[in-house]
């Protein structure tokens, strides 16, 4: 719903900070999804990515599917 609303630019934090949320690929590939539908600028902040509990991995935003087609800045 937040897409629909005349959202410009998205910014995602992961992993995020300080909640330690390590999003999963999927999470990653629908956020993706949803701004090359919506025409959407992703600024995906991975900063911390090297900074990730045991038993979690990060998935870099510009990895997952489609990611070439959408706007998206590291």
């Not at 909640?19 to 999927?26: A, I, L």
């Not at 959407?40 to 990515?49: M, P």
């Not at 045991?54 to 870099?60: A, T």
């Amino acid at each position: 719903e937040t897409f629909k609303n005349d959202v410009k630019i998205y910014v995602l934090c992961n992993p995020h900070n300080p909640g330690g949320v390590v999003w999963s690929k999927e999470d990653v590939e629908t956020i993706v999804q949803l701004c090359i539908k919506y025409d959407v600028l992703l600024i995906s902040d991975e900063i911390h990515a090297d900074i990730v509990f045991d038993g979690y991995k990060h998935i870099p935003s510009l990895t997952v599917k489609d990611a070439d087609k959408a706007k998206i800045v590291t």
